[in-house]
Protein backbone atom coordinates (compact mmCIF):
# COMPACT_ATOMS: atom_id res chain seq x y z
CA UNK A 1 0.00 0.00 0.00
CA UNK A 2 2.52 2.50 1.00
CA UNK A 3 4.72 1.75 -2.04
CA UNK A 4 1.69 2.27 -4.30
CA UNK A 5 0.74 5.53 -2.72
CA UNK A 6 4.64 6.76 -3.25
CA UNK A 7 4.59 5.55 -7.01
CA UNK A 8 1.21 7.70 -7.26
CA UNK A 9 2.68 10.74 -5.68
CA UNK A 10 6.01 10.26 -7.96
CA UNK A 11 3.55 10.81 -11.04
CA UNK A 12 2.26 13.74 -9.41
CA UNK A 13 5.32 15.60 -8.73
CA UNK A 14 6.75 14.76 -12.20
CA UNK A 15 3.30 15.65 -14.06
CA UNK A 16 3.82 19.12 -12.14
CA UNK A 17 7.24 19.55 -13.44
CA UNK A 18 5.88 18.61 -16.59
CA UNK A 19 3.36 21.70 -16.71
CA UNK A 20 5.56 24.07 -14.95
CA UNK A 21 7.89 23.99 -17.85
CA UNK A 22 5.83 23.00 -21.01
CA UNK A 23 2.35 25.28 -20.01
CA UNK A 24 -1.11 24.40 -19.68
CA UNK A 25 -1.39 23.68 -23.51
CA UNK A 26 0.99 21.32 -24.56
CA UNK A 27 0.00 21.99 -28.12
CA UNK A 28 3.29 23.76 -29.24
CA UNK A 29 5.49 20.53 -28.24
CA UNK A 30 3.93 17.85 -30.45
CA UNK A 31 5.44 16.33 -33.09
CA UNK A 32 4.55 16.61 -36.41
CA UNK A 33 1.86 13.86 -36.15
CA UNK A 34 -0.04 15.65 -33.67
CA UNK A 35 1.83 13.70 -30.71
CA UNK A 36 3.31 14.84 -27.42
CA UNK A 37 6.41 12.51 -27.49
CA UNK A 38 8.45 10.75 -24.14
CA UNK A 39 11.41 12.28 -25.50
CA UNK A 40 10.53 15.37 -24.78
CA UNK A 41 8.55 14.81 -21.53
CA UNK A 42 12.30 12.97 -20.79
CA UNK A 43 14.01 15.95 -21.34
CA UNK A 44 12.03 18.03 -19.47
CA UNK A 45 12.47 15.35 -16.36
CA UNK A 46 15.80 14.45 -17.35
CA UNK A 47 16.90 12.79 -13.99
CA UNK A 48 13.53 10.63 -13.89
CA UNK A 49 13.50 6.55 -15.19
CA UNK A 50 11.73 5.22 -17.45
CA UNK A 51 9.24 3.87 -15.35
CA UNK A 52 8.51 7.40 -13.60
CA UNK A 53 8.21 8.94 -17.22
CA UNK A 54 5.21 6.58 -17.20
CA UNK A 55 3.89 7.97 -14.04
CA UNK A 56 3.97 11.16 -15.16
CA UNK A 57 2.22 10.06 -18.61
CA UNK A 58 -0.54 8.47 -16.78
CA UNK A 59 -1.00 10.86 -13.76
CA UNK A 60 -1.07 14.06 -16.93
CA UNK A 61 -3.56 12.60 -18.44
CA UNK A 62 -5.88 11.78 -15.50
CA UNK A 63 -5.63 15.60 -13.99
CA UNK A 64 -5.28 17.59 -17.40
CA UNK A 65 -7.45 16.98 -20.53
CA UNK A 66 -5.61 19.27 -22.86
CA UNK A 67 -2.49 16.59 -22.49
CA UNK A 68 -5.02 14.25 -22.75
CA UNK A 69 -5.43 14.93 -26.14
CA UNK A 70 -1.94 14.81 -27.16
CA UNK A 71 0.11 12.10 -25.45
CA UNK A 72 0.27 8.94 -26.85
CA UNK A 73 -1.33 5.76 -25.79
CA UNK A 74 -0.34 3.43 -23.19
CA UNK A 75 -0.35 -0.49 -24.46
CA UNK A 76 -3.19 -1.10 -22.47
CA UNK A 77 -5.46 1.46 -24.44
CA UNK A 78 -3.65 0.10 -27.47
CA UNK A 79 -4.96 -2.97 -26.83
CA UNK A 80 -8.49 -1.84 -25.86
CA UNK A 81 -8.69 0.18 -28.81
CA UNK A 82 -7.85 -2.41 -31.46
CA UNK A 83 -10.16 -4.64 -29.51
CA UNK A 84 -13.06 -1.93 -29.71
CA UNK A 85 -12.07 -1.45 -33.86
CA UNK A 86 -12.47 -5.41 -34.26
CA UNK A 87 -15.71 -5.37 -33.35
CA UNK A 88 -17.11 -2.78 -34.73
CA UNK A 89 -15.40 -3.90 -37.99
CA UNK A 90 -17.01 -7.73 -37.33
CA UNK A 91 -20.66 -6.28 -36.30
CA UNK A 92 -20.52 -4.34 -40.03
CA UNK A 93 -22.98 -5.68 -42.50
CA UNK A 94 -19.79 -5.24 -45.23
CA UNK A 95 -18.07 -8.66 -43.29
CA UNK A 96 -20.56 -10.72 -43.61
CA UNK A 97 -20.76 -9.37 -47.46
CA UNK A 98 -17.20 -9.54 -48.08
CA UNK A 99 -17.00 -13.28 -46.87
CA UNK A 100 -20.17 -14.37 -49.32
CA UNK A 101 -19.04 -12.57 -52.16
CA UNK A 102 -15.28 -14.22 -51.87
CA UNK A 103 -17.06 -17.45 -51.77
CA UNK A 104 -18.88 -17.27 -54.58
CA UNK A 105 -15.71 -16.42 -56.23
CA UNK A 106 -13.91 -19.19 -54.76
CA UNK A 107 -16.82 -21.75 -55.26
CA UNK A 108 -15.97 -21.06 -59.50
CA UNK A 109 -11.86 -22.11 -58.58
CA UNK A 110 -12.71 -24.85 -55.95
CA UNK A 111 -12.57 -28.01 -58.32
CA UNK A 112 -9.25 -27.07 -59.56
CA UNK A 113 -7.44 -26.30 -56.77
CA UNK A 114 -8.85 -28.98 -54.53
CA UNK A 115 -7.33 -31.21 -57.49
CA UNK A 116 -3.85 -29.65 -56.98
CA UNK A 117 -3.59 -30.09 -53.60
CA UNK A 118 -5.13 -33.73 -53.43
CA UNK A 119 -2.63 -34.73 -56.07
CA UNK A 120 0.43 -32.48 -53.88
CA UNK A 121 -0.95 -35.38 -51.20
CA UNK A 122 -1.05 -37.92 -53.06
CA UNK A 123 2.36 -37.80 -54.12
CA UNK A 124 3.80 -37.19 -51.01
CA UNK A 125 1.91 -40.36 -49.50
CA UNK A 126 3.34 -42.86 -52.38
CA UNK A 127 6.99 -41.32 -52.30
CA UNK A 128 6.55 -42.39 -48.60
CA UNK A 129 5.07 -45.89 -49.43
CA UNK A 130 7.84 -46.44 -52.58
CA UNK A 131 11.10 -44.96 -50.49
CA UNK A 132 10.62 -45.33 -46.61
CA UNK A 133 10.04 -48.56 -44.26
CA UNK A 134 7.48 -49.87 -42.35
CA UNK A 135 7.09 -49.55 -38.70
CA UNK A 136 5.52 -51.64 -35.67
CA UNK A 137 4.00 -50.87 -32.52
CA UNK A 138 5.77 -51.77 -29.04
CA UNK A 139 4.83 -51.75 -25.93
CA UNK A 140 7.22 -50.22 -22.84
CA UNK A 141 6.17 -51.11 -19.77
CA UNK A 142 8.87 -49.52 -16.43
CA UNK A 143 7.60 -49.18 -13.12
CA UNK A 144 6.53 -45.39 -13.65
CA UNK A 145 4.99 -45.28 -16.75
CA UNK A 146 3.59 -46.97 -20.16
CA UNK A 147 4.10 -46.65 -23.45
CA UNK A 148 3.45 -47.26 -27.08
CA UNK A 149 6.27 -46.42 -29.68
CA UNK A 150 6.62 -46.98 -33.81
CA UNK A 151 9.60 -48.65 -34.21
CA UNK A 152 11.39 -48.53 -38.12
CA UNK A 153 11.92 -51.94 -39.29
CA UNK A 154 13.99 -51.58 -42.17
CA UNK A 155 11.30 -53.54 -44.10
CA UNK A 156 9.92 -51.69 -47.45
CA UNK A 157 6.41 -51.64 -47.40
CA UNK A 158 4.88 -54.07 -49.56
CA UNK A 159 2.93 -52.49 -52.10
CA UNK A 160 0.68 -54.99 -53.15
CA UNK A 161 -1.70 -55.38 -49.92
CA UNK A 162 -3.13 -51.94 -50.44
CA UNK A 163 -6.32 -51.41 -52.22
CA UNK A 164 -6.90 -48.13 -51.12
CA UNK A 165 -4.67 -45.09 -50.27
CA UNK A 166 -6.38 -45.33 -46.84
CA UNK A 167 -5.12 -48.72 -46.69
CA UNK A 168 -2.01 -47.49 -46.32
CA UNK A 169 -2.47 -44.20 -43.73
CA UNK A 170 -3.12 -47.12 -41.51
CA UNK A 171 0.52 -47.77 -41.21
CA UNK A 172 2.04 -46.82 -37.83
CA UNK A 173 4.71 -43.50 -38.11
CA UNK A 174 8.18 -44.59 -36.69
CA UNK A 175 9.64 -42.72 -33.73
CA UNK A 176 6.39 -41.60 -32.16
CA UNK A 177 6.44 -42.73 -28.69
CA UNK A 178 2.81 -41.09 -26.93
CA UNK A 179 2.98 -42.96 -22.89
CA UNK A 180 0.54 -43.00 -20.52
CA UNK A 181 1.12 -40.01 -19.02
CA UNK A 182 0.52 -38.03 -21.94
CA UNK A 183 -2.53 -39.32 -22.38
CA UNK A 184 -2.53 -40.40 -26.30
CA UNK A 185 -4.65 -43.44 -25.40
CA UNK A 186 -2.12 -45.57 -25.58
CA UNK A 187 -1.46 -45.66 -29.28
CA UNK A 188 1.02 -44.57 -31.72
CA UNK A 189 0.19 -42.37 -33.86
CA UNK A 190 -0.52 -43.43 -38.18
CA UNK A 191 0.19 -41.91 -41.28
CA UNK A 192 -3.43 -40.38 -41.56
CA UNK A 193 -2.94 -38.67 -38.63
CA UNK A 194 0.07 -36.75 -40.61
CA UNK A 195 -1.90 -36.09 -44.00
CA UNK A 196 -4.97 -34.90 -42.02
CA UNK A 197 -2.73 -32.49 -40.59
CA UNK A 198 -0.62 -31.79 -44.18
CA UNK A 199 -4.60 -31.38 -45.74
CA UNK A 200 -5.93 -28.99 -43.09
CA UNK A 201 -2.92 -26.64 -43.85
CA UNK A 202 -3.38 -26.84 -47.42
CA UNK A 203 -7.09 -25.55 -47.10
CA UNK A 204 -6.05 -23.13 -44.64
CA UNK A 205 -3.32 -21.93 -47.38
CA UNK A 206 -5.52 -22.16 -50.17
CA UNK A 207 -8.32 -19.97 -48.03
CA UNK A 208 -5.67 -17.53 -47.27
CA UNK A 209 -4.50 -17.05 -50.24
CA UNK A 210 -7.63 -16.53 -52.25
CA UNK A 211 -8.92 -14.19 -49.89
CA UNK A 212 -5.93 -11.90 -49.89
CA UNK A 213 -6.02 -11.57 -53.97
CA UNK A 214 -10.06 -11.17 -54.02
CA UNK A 215 -9.54 -8.75 -51.40
CA UNK A 216 -8.16 -6.34 -53.94
CA UNK A 217 -10.80 -6.92 -56.34
CA UNK A 218 -13.98 -6.17 -54.38
CA UNK A 219 -16.40 -3.73 -55.76
CA UNK A 220 -17.29 -0.63 -53.90
CA UNK A 221 -17.81 -0.37 -50.68
CA UNK A 222 -16.35 -3.66 -50.21
CA UNK A 223 -13.05 -2.85 -51.47
CA UNK A 224 -12.55 -0.03 -48.61
CA UNK A 225 -13.94 -2.21 -46.22
CA UNK A 226 -11.91 -4.96 -47.17
CA UNK A 227 -8.30 -2.69 -46.67
CA UNK A 228 -9.47 -1.86 -43.54
CA UNK A 229 -10.13 -5.56 -42.30
CA UNK A 230 -6.40 -6.29 -43.45
CA UNK A 231 -4.96 -2.74 -42.16
CA UNK A 232 -6.30 -3.65 -38.91
CA UNK A 233 -4.91 -7.27 -38.54
CA UNK A 234 -8.18 -9.19 -39.25
CA UNK A 235 -7.73 -11.25 -42.31
CA UNK A 236 -7.73 -14.34 -39.99
CA UNK A 237 -11.18 -13.35 -38.96
CA UNK A 238 -12.23 -13.05 -42.56
CA UNK A 239 -10.78 -16.66 -43.89
CA UNK A 240 -13.16 -18.05 -40.46
CA UNK A 241 -16.23 -15.86 -42.12
CA UNK A 242 -15.48 -17.24 -45.39
CA UNK A 243 -14.84 -20.83 -44.39
CA UNK A 244 -18.51 -20.53 -42.04
CA UNK A 245 -20.22 -19.63 -45.65
CA UNK A 246 -18.87 -22.32 -46.92
CA UNK A 247 -20.12 -24.64 -44.59
CA UNK A 248 -23.67 -22.75 -44.55
CA UNK A 249 -24.02 -23.13 -47.84
CA UNK A 250 -23.19 -27.26 -47.71
CA UNK A 251 -20.34 -27.44 -50.03
CA UNK A 252 -17.87 -28.24 -47.46
CA UNK A 253 -17.98 -31.43 -48.91
CA UNK A 254 -15.42 -30.28 -51.57
CA UNK A 255 -13.36 -29.44 -49.31
CA UNK A 256 -12.72 -32.83 -47.60
CA UNK A 257 -9.20 -33.92 -49.32
CA UNK A 258 -8.97 -36.63 -46.37
CA UNK A 259 -12.12 -38.34 -48.11
CA UNK A 260 -11.12 -37.84 -51.88
CA UNK A 261 -7.30 -39.44 -50.83
CA UNK A 262 -8.52 -42.43 -49.41
CA UNK A 263 -10.93 -43.63 -51.44
CA UNK A 264 -8.30 -43.40 -54.30
CA UNK A 265 -7.05 -47.04 -55.54
CA UNK A 266 -4.01 -47.22 -54.35
CA UNK A 267 -2.10 -49.35 -57.37
CA UNK A 268 -3.92 -46.13 -60.05
CA UNK A 269 -2.45 -43.91 -57.46
CA UNK A 270 1.38 -45.99 -57.87
CA UNK A 271 1.40 -45.93 -61.28
CA UNK A 272 0.49 -42.20 -61.88
CA UNK A 273 3.17 -40.79 -59.56
CA UNK A 274 5.79 -43.56 -59.22
CA UNK A 275 5.90 -44.81 -62.65
CA UNK A 276 9.39 -46.37 -61.47
CA UNK A 277 7.87 -48.72 -59.38
CA UNK A 278 5.83 -50.66 -61.73
CA UNK A 279 8.26 -53.54 -61.69
CA UNK A 280 8.69 -53.51 -57.69
CA UNK A 281 4.73 -53.74 -57.83
CA UNK A 282 4.40 -56.47 -60.48
CA UNK A 283 6.88 -58.59 -58.82
CA UNK A 284 5.11 -57.56 -55.26
CA UNK A 285 1.83 -59.20 -56.94
CA UNK A 286 3.75 -62.40 -57.82
CA UNK A 287 4.38 -62.98 -54.23
CA UNK A 288 1.33 -61.93 -53.08
CA UNK A 289 -0.40 -65.21 -55.28
CA UNK A 290 2.74 -67.22 -53.77
CA UNK A 291 1.48 -65.31 -50.04
CA UNK A 292 -2.32 -66.50 -51.49
CA UNK A 293 -1.22 -70.12 -52.13
CA UNK A 294 0.34 -70.43 -48.74
CA UNK A 295 -2.56 -68.83 -46.70
CA UNK A 296 -4.77 -71.61 -48.01
CA UNK A 297 -2.39 -74.48 -47.52
CA UNK A 298 -1.87 -72.77 -43.94
CA UNK A 299 -6.06 -72.18 -43.61
CA UNK A 300 -6.44 -76.28 -44.17
CA UNK A 301 -3.34 -77.51 -41.97
CA UNK A 302 -4.74 -74.63 -39.09
CA UNK A 303 -8.41 -76.45 -39.52
CA UNK A 304 -6.86 -79.73 -38.80
CA UNK A 305 -4.93 -78.08 -35.86
CA UNK A 306 -7.71 -77.17 -34.27
CA UNK A 307 -10.09 -80.21 -34.33
CA UNK A 308 -6.92 -81.83 -32.76
CA UNK A 309 -7.01 -78.91 -30.13
CA UNK A 310 -10.98 -78.99 -29.66
CA UNK A 311 -10.46 -82.60 -28.88
CA UNK A 312 -7.54 -82.74 -26.47
CA UNK A 313 -8.80 -79.34 -24.19
CA UNK A 314 -12.59 -80.85 -24.87
CA UNK A 315 -13.12 -77.33 -26.17
CA UNK A 316 -16.55 -78.15 -27.60
CA UNK A 317 -18.20 -78.82 -23.86
CA UNK A 318 -16.40 -75.50 -22.02
CA UNK A 319 -14.66 -72.47 -22.32
CA UNK A 320 -10.80 -71.82 -21.25
CA UNK A 321 -11.15 -69.51 -17.75
CA UNK A 322 -7.47 -69.81 -16.69
CA UNK A 323 -5.02 -68.41 -17.67
CA UNK A 324 -2.82 -71.63 -17.16
CA UNK A 325 -4.59 -73.43 -19.64
CA UNK A 326 -5.02 -70.65 -22.09
CA UNK A 327 -0.87 -71.60 -21.90
CA UNK A 328 -1.06 -74.15 -22.46
CA UNK A 329 -3.02 -73.90 -25.53
CA UNK A 330 -0.78 -71.13 -26.76
CA UNK A 331 2.43 -73.36 -26.75
CA UNK A 332 0.47 -76.03 -28.18
CA UNK A 333 -0.46 -73.82 -31.12
CA UNK A 334 3.04 -71.86 -31.55
CA UNK A 335 4.80 -75.57 -31.38
CA UNK A 336 2.97 -75.55 -35.34
CA UNK A 337 5.98 -73.49 -36.15
CA UNK A 338 9.16 -75.44 -37.12
CA UNK A 339 8.45 -74.35 -40.83
CA UNK A 340 7.34 -71.44 -42.65
CA UNK A 341 4.06 -73.32 -43.47
CA UNK A 342 3.95 -73.91 -39.76
CA UNK A 343 4.25 -70.26 -39.27
CA UNK A 344 1.54 -69.16 -41.70
CA UNK A 345 -0.93 -71.82 -39.73
CA UNK A 346 -0.13 -69.90 -36.36
CA UNK A 347 -0.37 -66.41 -38.04
CA UNK A 348 -4.20 -67.69 -39.48
CA UNK A 349 -5.00 -69.15 -35.95
CA UNK A 350 -4.51 -65.82 -34.30
CA UNK A 351 -5.24 -64.15 -36.39
CA UNK A 352 -7.84 -65.43 -38.23
CA UNK A 353 -10.00 -68.10 -36.96
CA UNK A 354 -12.96 -67.95 -34.22
CA UNK A 355 -10.58 -69.73 -31.79
CA UNK A 356 -10.27 -66.85 -29.10
CA UNK A 357 -14.00 -65.58 -29.63
CA UNK A 358 -15.21 -69.38 -29.36
CA UNK A 359 -13.42 -71.05 -26.82
CA UNK A 360 -12.22 -68.01 -24.08
CA UNK A 361 -13.76 -65.93 -21.46
CA UNK A 362 -14.09 -62.29 -22.05
CA UNK A 363 -11.34 -61.64 -19.82
CA UNK A 364 -8.75 -64.72 -21.31
CA UNK A 365 -9.53 -63.31 -24.84
CA UNK A 366 -7.51 -60.00 -25.22
CA UNK A 367 -5.13 -61.75 -23.06
CA UNK A 368 -4.84 -64.64 -25.36
CA UNK A 369 -4.47 -62.56 -28.80
CA UNK A 370 -1.65 -60.07 -26.74
CA UNK A 371 0.32 -63.04 -25.84
CA UNK A 372 0.53 -64.35 -29.58
CA UNK A 373 0.68 -61.18 -31.52
CA UNK A 374 3.70 -60.49 -29.00
CA UNK A 375 5.34 -64.08 -29.93
CA UNK A 376 4.55 -63.04 -33.70
CA UNK A 377 6.54 -59.59 -32.90
CA UNK A 378 9.36 -61.51 -31.48
CA UNK A 379 9.82 -64.30 -34.26
CA UNK A 380 9.98 -60.85 -36.84
CA UNK A 381 9.82 -60.91 -40.61
CA UNK A 382 12.34 -63.08 -41.60
CA UNK A 383 12.91 -65.97 -39.04
CA UNK A 384 15.12 -68.93 -39.78
CA UNK A 385 13.92 -72.30 -40.03
CA UNK A 386 15.59 -75.57 -39.48
CA UNK A 387 18.60 -74.03 -37.46
CA UNK A 388 19.87 -76.03 -34.31
CA UNK A 389 18.19 -74.19 -31.66
CA UNK A 390 14.56 -74.81 -33.70
CA UNK A 391 15.57 -78.77 -34.14
CA UNK A 392 15.90 -78.47 -30.17
CA UNK A 393 12.61 -77.02 -29.69
CA UNK A 394 10.93 -79.58 -31.64
CA UNK A 395 12.79 -82.65 -29.94
CA UNK A 396 12.26 -81.20 -26.48
CA UNK A 397 8.49 -80.32 -27.26
CA UNK A 398 7.68 -83.91 -28.60
CA UNK A 399 9.68 -85.30 -25.43
CA UNK A 400 7.30 -82.88 -22.89
CA UNK A 401 4.29 -84.15 -24.48
CA UNK A 402 5.65 -87.63 -24.45
CA UNK A 403 6.71 -87.82 -21.18
CA UNK A 404 4.53 -85.54 -19.52
CA UNK A 405 8.01 -83.73 -17.83
CA UNK A 406 8.72 -80.15 -17.64
CA UNK A 407 11.93 -79.16 -19.21
CA UNK A 408 14.33 -75.94 -18.11
CA UNK A 409 16.04 -74.55 -21.06
CA UNK A 410 18.80 -71.64 -20.60
CA UNK A 411 20.76 -70.17 -23.65
CA UNK A 412 23.54 -68.05 -22.92
CA UNK A 413 25.16 -65.91 -26.30
CA UNK A 414 24.58 -62.64 -27.30
CA UNK A 415 21.70 -62.19 -23.84
CA UNK A 416 21.14 -65.15 -21.65
CA UNK A 417 17.37 -66.20 -21.89
CA UNK A 418 15.46 -69.08 -19.75
CA UNK A 419 12.63 -71.31 -20.99
CA UNK A 420 9.97 -73.37 -18.89
CA UNK A 421 7.01 -73.86 -18.02
CA UNK A 422 5.50 -70.39 -17.65
CA UNK A 423 7.13 -68.99 -20.93
CA UNK A 424 7.97 -72.51 -23.56
CA UNK A 425 6.23 -70.90 -26.84
CA UNK A 426 8.85 -68.12 -26.19
CA UNK A 427 11.61 -70.41 -26.56
CA UNK A 428 10.25 -71.18 -30.61
CA UNK A 429 10.11 -67.75 -30.72
CA UNK A 430 13.63 -66.69 -29.78
CA UNK A 431 14.96 -69.37 -32.39
CA UNK A 432 13.43 -68.35 -35.36
CA UNK A 433 14.16 -65.01 -34.51
CA UNK A 434 17.66 -65.94 -34.15
CA UNK A 435 18.99 -63.35 -31.03
CA UNK A 436 20.89 -66.12 -29.45
CA UNK A 437 24.01 -65.51 -31.95
CA UNK A 438 26.34 -67.32 -33.74
CA UNK A 439 27.82 -69.00 -30.50
CA UNK A 440 25.11 -70.39 -28.00
CA UNK A 441 25.48 -72.26 -24.76
CA UNK A 442 23.05 -74.51 -23.86
CA UNK A 443 22.11 -75.83 -20.49
CA UNK A 444 19.42 -78.38 -20.00
CA UNK A 445 17.65 -79.13 -16.56
CA UNK A 446 14.78 -82.07 -17.05
CA UNK A 447 12.81 -83.02 -13.72
CA UNK A 448 12.91 -86.24 -12.68
CA UNK A 449 9.85 -88.66 -11.35
CA UNK A 450 12.33 -90.15 -8.83
CA UNK A 451 12.66 -88.50 -5.44
CA UNK A 452 14.48 -87.78 -2.79
CA UNK A 453 13.69 -90.22 -0.01
CA UNK A 454 14.45 -88.00 3.09
CA UNK A 455 13.37 -84.37 1.66
CA UNK A 456 10.84 -85.47 -1.36
CA UNK A 457 12.54 -83.34 -3.69
CA UNK A 458 12.75 -84.73 -6.93
CA UNK A 459 15.85 -85.09 -8.98
CA UNK A 460 16.63 -83.22 -11.79
CA UNK A 461 18.98 -84.32 -14.68
CA UNK A 462 21.17 -81.69 -16.47
CA UNK A 463 22.78 -82.37 -20.02
CA UNK A 464 25.04 -79.10 -22.00
CA UNK A 465 25.55 -78.34 -25.74
CA UNK A 466 27.31 -75.76 -27.73
CA UNK A 467 26.41 -74.36 -30.97
CA UNK A 468 28.53 -72.61 -33.46
CA UNK A 469 28.27 -71.61 -37.17
CA UNK A 470 25.12 -73.92 -37.40
CA UNK A 471 26.85 -76.47 -35.80
CA UNK A 472 25.59 -78.50 -32.44
CA UNK A 473 28.11 -79.82 -30.33
CA UNK A 474 26.77 -82.75 -27.66
CA UNK A 475 28.91 -82.24 -23.98
CA UNK A 476 29.23 -85.94 -22.48
CA UNK A 477 27.98 -86.28 -18.63
CA UNK A 478 31.48 -85.64 -17.54
CA UNK A 479 32.42 -82.37 -19.68
CA UNK A 480 28.93 -80.96 -17.75
CA UNK A 481 29.79 -82.29 -14.27
CA UNK A 482 33.15 -80.57 -14.61
CA UNK A 483 31.77 -77.25 -16.35
CA UNK A 484 29.40 -76.86 -13.34
CA UNK A 485 31.74 -78.06 -10.26
CA UNK A 486 34.45 -75.82 -11.34
CA UNK A 487 35.25 -72.17 -9.72
CA UNK A 488 35.25 -70.19 -13.20
CA UNK A 489 38.26 -68.09 -11.41
CA UNK A 490 40.43 -70.47 -9.67
CA UNK A 491 39.80 -73.92 -11.04
CA UNK A 492 39.04 -75.11 -7.54
CA UNK A 493 36.76 -78.30 -7.22
CA UNK A 494 33.73 -77.59 -5.80
CA UNK A 495 30.96 -79.02 -4.15
CA UNK A 496 28.13 -80.98 -6.41
CA UNK A 497 25.25 -79.53 -6.12
CA UNK A 498 22.68 -82.08 -4.32
CA UNK A 499 19.62 -84.10 -6.17
CA UNK A 500 21.92 -83.31 -9.83
CA UNK A 501 22.91 -86.16 -12.10
CA UNK A 502 24.49 -85.51 -15.45
CA UNK A 503 23.93 -86.86 -18.73
CA UNK A 504 25.26 -87.29 -22.39
CA UNK A 505 23.90 -84.31 -24.22
CA UNK A 506 22.70 -87.17 -26.71
CA UNK A 507 20.82 -89.17 -23.68
CA UNK A 508 19.37 -86.16 -22.77
CA UNK A 509 17.86 -85.32 -26.24
CA UNK A 510 18.00 -88.42 -28.41
CA UNK A 511 15.62 -86.96 -31.11
CA UNK A 512 17.87 -84.54 -31.46
CA UNK A 513 20.96 -86.03 -32.77
CA UNK A 514 18.87 -89.49 -34.21
CA UNK A 515 20.31 -88.93 -37.80
CA UNK A 516 24.09 -88.62 -36.63
CA UNK A 517 26.08 -90.92 -37.77
Known amino acids: MNMTKGKQGTGKRLANIIVEQIGPDPSTQVDSNGTLSLDTIARVIPNATAQEVHQAVESLKARFPAYRAVLPKTPSEEAELQWETELKLLSLPETGQAAKWIVDAVEERMEQVIESAVDDLLREIIDAAVYETRAVEREIRTEWDVSYEGVDTDQPYDLSVYDTVGDFLEEILPGNKPTFESGHGLTTCDRREEVNRRAIELLDKYLTVETKRLMTQAPAPLDRHMQELHKSGMLSDLVSDVYEEIVDRGIADELELMLKIELTPFREALLRFSPESKARLERDIAHAKARQQRA ?72 FLK ?115 THPDTGELLEAEPLVRYLDAVEMVPGLFANDN
Open 371 to 485: EGKQWLFQVGDAPKFHTPLVLLFQALNQARKEENRHYLVTLYGESLASFGADNWAYFLAYALSGEAGQSTSVTIRRFEILRDLQSGLPWKSVACMYVEDEQITPLSQYEAREMYT
Open 296 to 367: EEASQRAKSVLEQLQSRYNLDARKIDNKETAKALLTDIVALAVDALGLETVCHILTKSPLPRLWFTHSLKQW
